[in-house]
């Protein structure tokens, strides 16, 4: 396995679950971190827990490109020897018919899930070829896979970011960058309180009665694939709670 202490990992959506979770775990290790999100409160209590040493933040939306690209050329050292990025940072918005969706909600899941994503990637994608290597890991959902319904735009984004990180591995052929796509499936954190819109009654039910994953399952398995020997290129991981299965197809009937 890779030293954890060489871990310079860039985190979009650092402020809650996943990405948080991960940059605990890769600190735990003996890495460092650069976290960022927009909500600025959450980032600096989450360098007071981990300590300035380890954790750098940076306040930034994933959709607002020239942001992106100012503050990705301002990273300071240590810090700016990123090697492992986490394109981390989405949401879902929304349940409803397709019919009935809000079109602001559809775009701002394809600005964020999709367009934030591929910025991500595109801006820090060089300065790992030029340091001699790296790892992406993006976050999928096993809703890029299997349909559901009210699951659009989101399933569709989920869709594009597993094929963004597939094609990827084909460019990046002798460049010692690896790519792989995380698709979880139900994990307790604030995402459905945000599809939800703050409605904590709906946000709560798809975990009621039932034991959903949790976000350190997910970090411990970005951590798990980023720590392989560098030889090895885990292309995607789809996970599930033990509790949740793929269900039938759904016939209509007069
Ligand atoms: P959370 O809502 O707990 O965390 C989402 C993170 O994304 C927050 O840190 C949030 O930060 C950040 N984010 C959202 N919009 C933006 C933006 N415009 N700019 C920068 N950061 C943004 O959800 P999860 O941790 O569960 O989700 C993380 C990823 O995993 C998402 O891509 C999600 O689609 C995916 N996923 C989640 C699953 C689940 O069941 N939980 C299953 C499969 C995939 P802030 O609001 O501070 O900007
Ligand atoms: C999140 C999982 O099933 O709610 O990507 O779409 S699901």
Redesign the pocket.
Known sequence: LLDPTRFVVFI?????????AAARRYVAAGGKVIA????GD?LEALQQELGADNCHIIE????DRAAMERAIAAIPAPFDGINVVLA?????LGLQPAAEADLDDWQTMID??IS?LVYTVRLLLPGLIERGGGHVVT?G???GEFAYPGGSVYGAS?AFVRHFALNLRSDLQGKNVRVTDIE????E???SL?RFKGDEDKASKPYSGTKAMT?EDIAESIFWVTSLPEHVNVNKIQMMATTQAIGPFDIYRE
């Open positions: 979009t959506g650092a402020t809650s679950g996943f990405g948080a960022t999100g927009r909500r959450r930034l939306d994933v959709r981390n940072a989405g949401l879902a964020t899930n934030g976050l959902s096993v809703a989920k979880p499936g139900l994990t954190t604030e995402f945000v976000a």
